[in-house]
């Protein structure tokens, strides 16, 4: 994408990087949709009403693993007000996510594989008698083993939750080395090997799912929900409906918070659009908040062995990584969850070789999925963490470790990821500085320590969810002869500020104040296709569909009022509202008066704009995951106190710095940052999927331990620490005007630079979080004792190792020449690949 | 969004008409205070009402009458005791564990009789009736088997009220009211070791009032109130520690330690008093003392926080509790 007003980078110091003048890029300014939200007339989808509308209750699972022999709906029938029900049969086909795994049913056609998952819904005239006619709905189930655990579905193949899985219950089995990693070991000094376990945690939105559904002439249905991908909804919808995709019209309401948790199309949003079809009556169905915690899609629970071989100096030789995931009952997410943790571990430090394996299981609880950072905080914690013990083994500084093997601007890594813009040095500098980390670490009083750590994220992924070679993003702009300027865009607000961040480019384009634009998103008929709010893609991607759209608009105002005043189009400037000449600003035209005149010279004036993000060079199995066309970075320092009498631990202050790229609106960048540091610390100190089974010989139970956000610990306001925000400004010509991802990156370096601040206050490693007060207290004790200063995992599952087929590109050292030369030549490097397995189910 | 379940509410404006209908409904009926308890409990269905009878419009619960002993009417609101003058100069760790209930917002609906009647909690209870159903229930309500302790004939539901334990070792005394008359007991004695059966108060009466007696308040003892919980604020304790000493020539003759959320009622350390009783207070009596509070603590694994965990930091926070009693030194806050 031509960016005239960008440098290459590299070109510009950070501070000079804005040698061109911005309006409204840059400068905070208020969230479009600030006033109706704190005001209260923002609209979520449960806000939504209509004259007879019916109230859709779902009957969900009370097993986590059965066979449904029937179900029985005479009680539910006899409560006053039903309307009617729905149950699998209505509702036959599958649907899920990615295509490769369609694993879903709206509602369970044979089998249920978790509590919670629906089995039939049913609609009445109020809500109060819908749920006691889905609680009079009786199930006879025929009850079947059940998995709760990765080492559990390893042990257990048969019976398979799916079919589809590539082996046994194991969803996914991934295995790829890129260059001789043993040949990378054998020429290090040290080879560090340690086990990690990041626990699951849920998103835990403020707003809980909500779905609202319109009948109309035709059989046509509109369906407004609180989702993050309209377009993929479109597409399950079409799917399970079995209509024409354009008889279904989607909108998705601004969401209530999203995080990744309303990323999949849901079952309870089939129904509702099925049930007002059956009706035909509106209907709606609002979640509670266990329902929400029945959707999920969180944050996957992972075991990691991680091994890095390191010279004496620091430098690193090479790492052989290896995750076992447990997925949950669904596919979700969960392929592109299991490459994402292996996929980021490349692109923050060199490594010349590397090697990653994954499992990711099928277990009888609610699916996982993406939750901010989508399967690299996992990994992330544990390469931090180790990088933190090789520098105390090696004795280097953290710090300069990090700056020792930092990867460089434009890089190819191991992997195949092609970089962008690396501010990862400046960042760590930041903090460095900021909590005079120097000066400090190590040097603290007992109980009292601080931990550095870094992360990196994506800014969007580089490829759809579905296969296809259409723009990822468009974005098309209507002017109206009042100098009104009407955006449509399907990019959906999930909180993050999205809205504020297209109407700030067109509005930057042309000239004209945020109050001149409206924004029409998220609407699958009359919007251009916006793939979702997830992978941190939409500033890059939407703002370059909405900077085309706005450009091209701008250039054919420019000819007519270039033709009209007289001067070349190149001199004309659009600014304050008004276009003029650069050499004269006195002469010019008035916004309104510009637009009429190119609508009397052109007719109507309707611009598009589209983004397609640039190709990678990988080209093995699995190198669809991890491309992106730029990176973000972070680095971040947490000051923890611990109570070394009980092992309770609190952040004291958090310093955090962010490559930005450029900050649109730089106040909803730090909001960003600071609400990853509040989801990070949350991860860090509470948050997990706990689940209980009870005494088998008694009970079939497997239920989650606390859906409820007043037992599922979370931040409150009281914990959060004071936090101290840089952001480093290199503008990326890869992004719009620059700009990079902060919706997600910001979260990664907060767990590990927790359990480094914990070992630099206490001298203990925990390698595992959430950090709880009695795991810290146990690593003391036997610290006491002289017993290794640990908490953390003991064991890592032994898979057979016939799926791991070594690389195909026969390197003796993999450097980074011998990668160039392929990628000049345009060789296709086939490293990995897996067990033939049945597709479909 | 959970619903509550439909009921009659009856809303009666005097002390004697709530207990005539209290009595005349039988054990279908509840009372509701703030309702902060209650709702909750309606809502999830492991309470069931078919009337309710709401005490707010009666104005014999209201109120706090300071003289010699301070009455403390049962309506009175958290927020408003927990700044009362009365509370805060005489009974300030009765006014600061009554400030660590719940959060803010909530304390302007609790009160202090819903408070000291306040439901056992356990996290196999506390749930829906969906959920419950996917374990078949509990002990507790509508099942069998009590999932702590499977083997157990009892149910180990925690009494989390937070104002429970200081008022115990305040020795409070409670009034309930019925229409069968009146009486007044110790708060001690309102509370039973049974997660189910709870309360030693018949279903037919009403907390009226809690009474603090003047020996008991900030002249006459040295006092302090800890709570442990996850997080600052909303969080019911998975331990407190509520202390009340009396001293006399700087040796004590009289100690109270009472701990509240870790058994089924506000659990006397018996011997961690006993080993006070006669010593002065120094950091070694203290710490000594303190270690007798672990075999007072059998958590169980139904609330928050590992249930070892709980029971092994037990003497370390009844030590810094005593110490913040004694002036060693500033109280950790809850
Ligand atoms: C999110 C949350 C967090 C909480 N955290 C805490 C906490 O940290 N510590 C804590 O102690 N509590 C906590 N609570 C519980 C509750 O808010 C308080 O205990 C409060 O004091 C209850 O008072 P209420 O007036 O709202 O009781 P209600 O709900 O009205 O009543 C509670 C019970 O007492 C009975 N009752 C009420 N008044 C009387 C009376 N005068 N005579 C006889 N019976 C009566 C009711 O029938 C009911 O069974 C929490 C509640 C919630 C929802
Ligand atoms: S302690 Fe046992 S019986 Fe009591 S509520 Fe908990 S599980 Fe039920």
Redesign the pocket.
Known sequence: MPDPGIPPAGTAAPGEAAERDFAVVGTPFRRVDGRAKVTGSTRFADDLSWPRMAFVKLARSTVPHARIRGIDLTRAERVPGVLGFLTGADLPSTFGILPVSQDEHALARDLVRHVGDPIAAVAATSEDAAHEAALAIEVDYELLPTIGSVEEAIATPEPRLHGYADRGNLHKVVSMEFGDVEAGFAEADRVFEDLFFYDGNTHLPLEQHATVALPEDEGRVTVWSSTQTPHYLHRALTRVLGLPASHIRVVATPNGGGFGGKSDPFGHEIVCAAMALKLGRPARIALTREEVFYCHRGRHPVLMRLRTGVRADGTLTGQSLETTLDGGAYGSYGVASTYYTGALQTVTYRLPRYRFEAIRAFTNKPACGPKRGHGTPQPRFGWEVQLDKIAVELGLDPAALRLRNLEQPGTVTANWLRLGTVGLGSCIEAVVAGSRFRERWGRMPEGRGLGLACGSYLCGAGLPIYWNHMPQSGVAIHLDRGGGVAVFCGQTEIGQGSDSVLAAVVAEVLGVGLADIRLQVADTAFTPVDLGSYSSRVTLMVGHAAREAAERARETIARAVAAQLEVPAERLVFAERRVFDAADPGRGLAWEEAVIAAEARFGTLATTGSYIPPRSPGKYRGAGVGPSPTYSYSAAVVEVEVDRETGVWRPVQVWIAHDIGRAINPALVVGQVEGSVYMGLGEAMMEESAFRRLPKARSHALVHKFPSV?EYKSLTFEEMPPVTTYLIEEPDPAGPFGAKEVGQGPLLPIPPACANAIFDAVGVRIDQVPIHPHMVLKALEAKAKGRPPRHGPERFPEVEAELKLATGRKSKDGTMTERDEALRAGSVAVLTTKLEGKRGE | MLRLPAFRLRQPTSLAEACRILSGEGPAA???????????NLKRRNQKASTVIS?ARVPE?AGVRAGGEVRLG??ET?ADLERAPALVTRYPALARAIG????PV?RN???????V???TRCTYYDQNEEWRRSIHYCMKAEGRICWVAPSSPRCWAVQ????APMLVALDARVRLASSAGEREIPVAALYRDDGIDYLAKRPD????EVALPAESDAAHLRTAFFKLRRRGS????VLSVAVALRTEGGRVTDARVVLGSIASFPSPAGEVARALIGAPLTTESIRAAAQRSRAAATPMDNTDFDPRWRGQVTPVYVERTLRAAAGLDAADGA
């Open positions: 007043l | 509840r009372v509701v205070a703030g309702g902060t308890d209650l709702w909750p005490l619960l049962a309506m958290l660590s209930i719940s959060s909530l609906l609790g009160t202090l009789g819903g408070n009647c306040l439901d989390s009220a937070d104002s009466e009403i907390v009226a909303i969080d019911f304790g």
